[in-house]
Structures are given as C-alpha cells and as structure tokens.
C-alpha cells in the first residue's frame, strides 16, 4: 500500500477567496443572527460616531471660538468679526467704553477678530460669555460622546467575539465529529498534525473572517463613505484634490494583496509541516533516542522552523513597505490640504474650524483604506484555513450516515451466522489485498487465522467491524448484507483485543467502562476477577481510580492487555476478537492472559489472529492464510495431518 505521509495536501491551495466558502459558513452564522444585527448595528451607530467628532470640533471653532461673520468692507474683503446682541446693558456699557473697535448697527455690535486683544480680560469674558457658553456645551457633549462610543464598542466587541467564538465552536465540533466518522484509510493518509493544524489553527483563523468582514462591509466602508461626503460637502475643490493621491493608495493595496496572499499560503504550509514534524517527534521518541537520531531531527525540525521564519519575514516585509506607504500618501494629502487650505483660508473661503475638521478627516480617511487592505489579506489567510476545513468535512465516506444512527432497536436479535461469500479488498485499486474470500463463522464457534505477516488476516476481520467494506463479494450477518448495518450496531456486539492497546489518560476505572458506561459496582468487580486485573490494581496507589498516561505508557504491555480484556468484558459483547493478543507477553503474564481470554471467549464468538500457533490451536477452526488468500482451513490435527502450509509454519515456530 502507498500512502501520502508527506506534506503534498498542504501545497494544494485554491482560490484565496472564493464566494462559495462564505456562502458555506452562513449556516454556521444562521443560528446566531440576532447577535450579529445587534453588532451591525453598533457598527453603524459607532461609524457615525466617529465621523462626528470633526466636524462638532468645526462647529466649535466657527461658531464659538473663531466666529466668522462676512462684512463687506469697501476693500470688498472679508473679515472675522465678533457680533455682540446689545440687548444686554453690560454688553452695552462695555461696547461704549471702546468705541474706536465697534460698528453699532441697532441692537449689535461688531468688532474685528483681530482686534479683541485690545479688550481688557475681564470684559472680554463678559463680551464672549455666550460663546464659552457654546463651547462648554460643546466640550461636555464631546465628553458624552466619548464615553458612548467607549462604551458602544465595548458591548459591540463583546457581541462580535461571543458570537465568533459560538461559531468556531460550532465549527471545531463539527470538524471533531466529522472526523470521528472517517474510515481508517484517512489517518493513514493524514498526519496527526496535519489534522491537529485543522482543528486548532485553521479554526482559530476563522475568527478573522467574521471579526474581519464584519468590520470591512459594516465600518470601513460607512467611514470612507461618510467621510467623502463630508470632505466634499465641506470645500469640493480641495476634496477632489486631495483625492488625487488614491490612484496611488489602491495601486500600492492591489500589488500588497497579491505578495501578502502568497506569504500567507507558504507560512500556512510550514505551520502545518511543524506541527506535523512536532507530533512525529513525540511519538516516535523511543526510536529516535534509541538510535541516536536527536541531531538529524533536530537539523531536520530547525530546516522546518527556519523555513517558517524565512516565509513569515516574507510576509512582514509586505507589510513593513505597504504600511509606510500608505502612511506617507496620508502625510502627503495632508501637505496638499495644509498648503491649498491654508491659502483659502488666507483668501476667507473656508474657515479656520472646516480646515481643521478637513485635516483630521484625511487622518481618519487614510486609516480604513490601510486597514480594509490589511484585512482583505487577512480574509485570505482565513479563506484559505476555511479551505482546508471543508476539504476535511467534504471528505465522503459511506459510514457516516450509518454510523450516526444510534436507534436501540437492533436489527438481528442476536448474530447467528457471519457469512463471506467471494470476498475481495483493495485498499489502492488494482492492488487487492484479499482475494475471493469464502468461509462461514457460526454463533458460539472459535476460529482462528494465521499466516505470514501481510497475509491479509487483520484486513479479513477488519471487515467485519466495519472498517472496511469489501471492494468485491458481500459479507452477510445471518441473510442481511453488512453494508445496510449501521457500524454503530455491529461494533456494539464486538469487542477488539489487540497486540497494543490503547488505553486513554484517564482512571483505570474509567477505561474498563468505555465499553459499558451502565454496568454496576459489582459487575465492575467481576470483571477485574474474570479479567485477571486484581494484582495491577492492588499494586497502584489509588486502586482503580488510579489515573494512567497517555496511551497507557505508565504501564506494561501485559497490565495493559490485561485492562483492554476487562475493557472488552464491560462491552458484553457476542462476538470477541483477539489480534495477535499475546504476542508481545512473558511467559508469566501469558498465562494470566491465557485465563482471562478464556473467560472472555466463553460462550461467545471468538476470531482469533495469532501469529503464535500455541494461540492458534485453542480454536475450533483454523484457517491459513497466504498472499491473500485462504489456503487451506481445518482443525490443528487436520492440517498438520495435512502436513501443508500450516505444517510447515508449525515446523518453523
């Protein structure tokens, strides 16, 4: 068999962003949809806050600080000038006391703005009180304006992060669930940190594309919209002028797009390749401490790792020109509002307030064009994760329906026969690992296969639980064909004993009932005795709570097969399968194997793999296997009588 045990899926991107992945996510969103207009609408809110704040601070200075008033002189010029209501009798005495400055028309008063230094301090607070007036209502509605837009993002960040952590958790489980249900061909096809990568990286990068795309089409666009409205609406001339700079900004954000999209798909690869590497390393520790292979990995894993910086300097390289950059054109449209400005300003027409509003929305105009192109690539980067999420979820197999059927009513009240009628199995087309394979298992029978390694035995019986279906021929359990039962039931009436258990990080205890979560106290304690248990859990600290490591590594092969026949005992199950059970045990442990095994096969269905013809010879049939093959079946005396294959494997053994 050949598998891809490589990094090739990782090179195998598509299109970064591609319509058809958004529309695949909504569902994801659907339940969530209040939660996100209640964000769209903060953002809304918040974007208008936001465009205010100029233009209220442009009302300040026209109005109150700075007041224009146009007089037409006979120089036919313009000129600031303060009006004082003369309603008012201090006003009026005070307007009397420097009669060289004022112009009385009626019931107002008229003075140059350039000639108010000339008024004594006093009175000139008296003359102006409206106008501090008008600023401090000003100030304090600027305050209040603050302190809602402070706390509008607040609530809206919480919103907007709530609902994109409810989604990926969604996604997370979806992909967890999803992946559970594969068949066994797709580990063997994809390393742990590859898929490790999908379901803690890539996920967590799909907070960007809600967080992101939220912001981009709700903020972005409101802020340079609204902005432009305003700049135009506050002086045409100098808006279209200052707009000259764009061409240049959206050239810069096209040609940065296209490099950061690429730095992005390479430093995607070598996160997942490091993972990948990273898993290996740990779990292959053993082999590579034994021979001595700490510095050729290392070297390797530091290729690896200095391959992931060279693509991540790629990428904040992009960003270190496109940035300044943007931020230089921003300067530079701010030099051309100073210098046209100012001369208006000079000319009387615009006001002093409408260009310092005009500067600060040319700083605020600058920052969503920087930041849409940030997170356009950001997007990407997210697109591409979502990418290689659904590839995962769009991974097909025929079990997953049927494996999600947990209905209790079974469809064979209890297993009388297992039928192979013409059996074959290929796991690469073309390339058949079982050939034509034929036998009857009856209820209550024990049979055994044996054979070389690669004979094809675990792939036979691999087949019954449903791991694999067979590419020719049928299996039937009593008259049904095993594709219409669910994998759920049949492995609900199997248990697995095989050659390396695996047993979780959790209590011994908590091991043994992964097979029946229902079973009671004192069933527990029948099956540690039926298991040959009590001596290893007498030996822990806290007995049967006591806590094991991952993979079981804190104990022996044999304590560890010993717990997996107690495992496989809780399951109850009708039929038992043994997979080459003791064929790493000492004599000692073996016998106690040996017991516990038979307490387990009895009165139930047992398929035994043995490459130890001693295991062999408990069983009622056995069949040999070669090359795929069964080549000869019968019991020990009959095939030795036979003096074939199976003599011959004797003989050698």
Known sequence: MHYDYGYSEENKLGKP???KLIRRLIPYGVPYWSLF?????????????????????????DSYIVPQESNQTAEKTLKKNVMIKLDDPSLRDIVNQYPDYFIINNQTALIAYEDLKYIKTDDLKILRKNDLKGVMIIAFFLFGLVIGSYLLNVVHGIILEKTSQMIMHDIRLSIFSHIQ???????????????VTRVTNDVQNMHEIFNSVMSFLFKDIILLVGITIVLLSIHIKLALLTFTVLPIVLLASAIFSTRAR??????????????????????GMQVIQMF????????????????????????????????????SLGIIAIAIVIYYGGNSLLNHSISLGALVAYISYMKMFFKPIRDMAEKYNILQNAMASAERIFSILDTTSDLIEAQKETDSTDPIPSIEKIVFEKVSLSYIPGEPVLKDI?????????????????????????????????????????????KHISPYWIRSKTALVTQDPFLFSASIQNNIEMGNKNISTKQLETIIELARCQSIIEQLPDGINSQIAEGGKSLSSGQRQLISIARAFAANPEIIILDEATSYIDSETEEKIQEALANLMKNRTAIIIAHRLSTARMADNIHVMNCGRIIESGSHHELMNQKGFYYNLHQVN
């Open 262 to 283: 690429d730095a992005f798909r390479v430093l995607r690869i070598k996160i997942a390749e490091i993972n990948t590497r990273f898993a290996e390393t740990i779990n």
């Open 292 to 327: 001595r292979m700490e510095f050729d990995n290392e070297k390797t894993f530091q290729q690896l790792n200095h391959e992931n910086y060279l693509a991540d300097m790629r990428q904040i390289k992009v960003f270190a020109f496109f940035m300044p950059l943007v931020e």
């Open 37 to 61: 207009l209640c964000s769209i609408i903060l953002l809304v809110v918040i974007a208008l806050v936001d465009i205010s704040f100029p233009y209220i601070t442009k009302i300040a200075i």
């Open 17 to 19: 962003y591609d319509i």
């Open 438 to 482: 034929s036998l009857t298992i009856t209820a209550g029978e024990s049979i055994a296969f044996v054979g070389s390694t690669g004979a094809g035995k675990t792939s036979l019986v691999n087949m019954i639980i449903r791991f694999y279906d067979p590419s020719k021929g049928q299996i039937r359990i009593n008259q049904m064909d095993l």
């Open 181 to 195: 249900q594969l068949r066994l061909e797709f580990y063997t096809q994809n390393p742990v940190g590859r898929l």
